[in-house]
DNA sequence: AAAAAGGGCTCTT
DNA sequence: GCCCTTTTT
């Protein structure tokens, strides 16, 4: 995963940091890797509650590179033709990471804790390298914890790898491998294209490295030729090298891909890239420009980065849990998509699901029976609440088609029985009912009720993900106060408990209370 | 000799 | 993913 053997490489660069150091900065753990590496201290009952996610990279449904986890699903999907199961399950499970509906379950927890999140269109890395390189008062964040070392060729300013429990890390600078020499290793004459260049030629997900070159061979090319066309000849010239037919143009996008990625700006909440495209880059890559994520109309965007679409189905996600069917209120989100041609609506309603085509959504569109509420909570998202349960056919939507399901479900559902019992993900916590207005802006600057400068706030970044449920086993536990539970328990940790207390807290908020002031 | 590739091990869930 | 061994250059 990311690039091969670049955190080895970089290591003379790589300090060892304690999470402490960035008290009072925006620090985001990006979900793509084993969840107990990222998730500090009690974060982990976090996931323990939302069952035992396998949170790992990103399959690319649109994106014209393709991917070794895609592979893996081929490959999954053969075994399961060839009958055997549980090579199948072992290729599912390489290929699967994290659901939408893990992503969703999330999401909703997310949403009640006040903490800051969006979904990324195409890639979370682009998303989160973007982001380290904003202002704060822009959303921008100081560093990212993952495991992924694609943020670094991504140009992500502070990343922070292999963080413990106890919130010991790594951290790797951008500026510190820009300007310090260490030992044999310098990239002072390097720049961002040199870099990533570096990053391509020894292997990424995108493209695997011609073979006989890792980081060593790489780094020599790049220092030794300072134009990444040049690297690219030298090696056609060189007889060592079998080198594919297709490798340069392969090259060309993977490095686009690392600085030009679609990504969402919240500003103007619409995509784009992360580097604007020159007129020499769209020469470059032949006009053709839709592997780094195609474009989406605005509101779509926006509905996926905050968390109401599934960017996979392009289906909003279903707000019909059981929990919340037995509830009083009922709430119907549906999506308007202006501006889409070939878009799809989605309206959900207990476990049922319609899908409509729609130009614009009002509304006079949607009538339903005993409606107490009906309200427009973005734009692009119109929310009808109903004192008591409602079924599908209750509510009218003009233009209302409906749509056999099974097409969008079948694969998915197939591939969950296979792995888990579907039952398993669709347990909620009964107290997870959603507010009535959500925060629907995950880069709104939130009033803490403590002004303490060295306040800290966390974003969470989530990943689109393959849609496939897997296990999803949660086990839900009763709630406690804070004090009750030391959140740090190992001796080496100088972390103090927290001073301020609140009342009732449950294990969900401990990814909040990590990052609070000490 | 150095770098890359491969095998086997362990960890996680 | 990590580390050690084998293979390649």
Do not use: W
């Not at 929990?323 to 989100?333: F, G």
């Amino acid at each position: 995963m990311g690039i091969q053997n670049l955190l080895r490489f970089m290591k003379p660069l790589i300090e060892p940091i304690h999470i402490e150091k960035y008290s009072g900065k925006r620090v985001t753990p990006m979900l793509s890797s084993f969840v107990s590496l990222f998730i500090a201290v009690d974060c982990s009952s976090l996931f323990d509650r939302l069952g035992s996610m396998r949170i790992h990279g990103f399959t690319k449904e649109h994106g014209a590179l393709p991917r070794r986890r895609e592979d893996n699903l081929a490959l999954a999907k053969e075994k399961l033709k060839q009958g055997n199961v549980s090579s199948a399950i072992e290729f599912f499970q390489k290929a699967v990471r994290i659901t939408p509906m893990m992503a969703h379950e999330l999401i909703q927890i997310l949403r009640k804790e006040n903490v800051e999140f969006v979904v990324a269109p195409y890639e979370a890395d682009a998303q989160l390298a973007y982001l380290s390189n904003l202002d704060a008062d822009k959303g921008g964040i100081d560093a990212v914890i993952t495991e992924d070392s694609d943020l670094i060729a991504y140009g992500c300013q502070a990343v922070i790898f292999k963080m413990d429990r106890y919130g010991k890390g790594e951290e790797l600078l951008l500026d510190r491998v820009f300007n310090s020499v260490s030992g044999e290793l310098s990239f002072k004459i390097f720049d961002k294209e040199l870099f990533t260049g570096m990053c391509v030629l020894a292997g990424c997900d995108f493209l695997p490295s011609i073979s006989g070159i890792g980081t060593k061979r790489a780094y020599s090319l790049v220092s030794k030729y300072r134009n990444l066309d040049r690297v690219l000849s030298a090696l056609r010239l060189d007889k060592r090298y079998q080198i594919p037919e297709d490798y340069s143009e392969s090259f060309r996008k993977a490095v686009a891909v690392f600085h030009h990625a679609t990504i969402y700006d919240a500003e103007t909440k619409r995509l784009k890239h992360m580097k604007p495209l020159e007129q020499k880059d769209m020469q470059c890559l032949h006009e053709d420009v839709d592997f780094l994520g195609p474009e989406l109309p605005p509101s779509m965007a926006a509905a996926i980065a905050e968390g109401h679409l599934n960017p996979l189905t392009m289906e909003a996600f279903d707000f019909f849990s059981k929990a919340e069917s037995q509830s009083d209120t009922i709430s119907i989100q549906a999506f308007d998509f202006l501006d889409h041609n070939e878009s799809r609506m989605t309206s959900a309603v207990d476990n049922c699901i319609t899908i409509f085509p729609a130009k614009r959504i009002s509304y006079e569109d949607i009538s339903c029976r005993d409606v107490s509420k009906v309200a427009l909570t973005q734009e692009s998202c119109i929310t009808i609440i109903s004192n008591q349960e409602v079924s599908n056919e209750e509510i009218t939507v003009t233009r209302q088609v409906k749509v056999d399901q099974k097409k969008y479900m079948k694969e998915a559902l197939a591939l969950g029985k296979l792995i888990a019992p579907l039952e398993s993900h669709q347990q909620v916590e009964p107290d997870m009912k959603r507010s009535e207005t959500p925060n629907n802006n995950p880069f709104k600057r939130r009033k803490l009720d403590n002004s303490n400068p060295a306040e800290s706030r966390v974003s969470v970044f989530l990943e689109a993900e393959k849609s496939v449920d897997v296990l999803c086993s949660s086990s839900p536990e009763s709630q406690e106060t804070v004090e009750s539970k030391p959140i740090i328990k190992a001796p080496e940790a100088k972390v103090k408990h927290p001073k301020h207390t609140k009342t009732k807290i449950d294990h969900k908020s401990s990814i909040l209370r990590f990052f609070q002031p000490l």
